[in-house]
């Protein structure tokens, strides 16, 4: 039987489920879309949800959640630009908290 979940960006834990759950909150995302989203989805740029306006409110809720503090040196358009981009930067944060 073939799965239509998305293969696991990578070995991040509950990061994933947790940007899954504040990329449906903070942009209305449907479960369904969310979960499709995989490494290579593009996000800024590509999800007309995910404008400029969003982008802060995204991030404030991603530190809230996962208890980490994205400075503004951070924040570049790589780091916005595909779901696996995001997701690795997200852990790479955690990990070092």
């Known amino acids: 039987m073939v799965s ?6 990578a070995d ?3 990061t ?11 942009l209305g995302l449907s479960l369904e879309r969310a979960a499709e ?6 996000l800024f740029g590509h999800l ?6 969003a982008v802060a409110g995204l991030l404030t809720e991603l530190e809230d959640r996962l ?8 924040v570049d358009g790589e780091m916005l630009e595909t779901f696996g981009g995001l997701l690795a930067f997200l852990a790479a944060k955690r990990s070092d908290s």
């Open 4 to 9: 239509n979940l998305p293969v696991p960006v």
């Open 12 to 14: 991040t834990g509950d």
């Open 16 to 26: 994933e489920l947790i940007l899954r759950q504040v990329l449906q909150d903070v």
């Open 37 to 42: 989203l995989d490494a290579e989805s593009g």
């Open 48 to 53: 007309p949800e995910l404008d400029s306006m």
């Open 67 to 74: 208890d980490i503090i994205i400075e503004d040196d951070d």
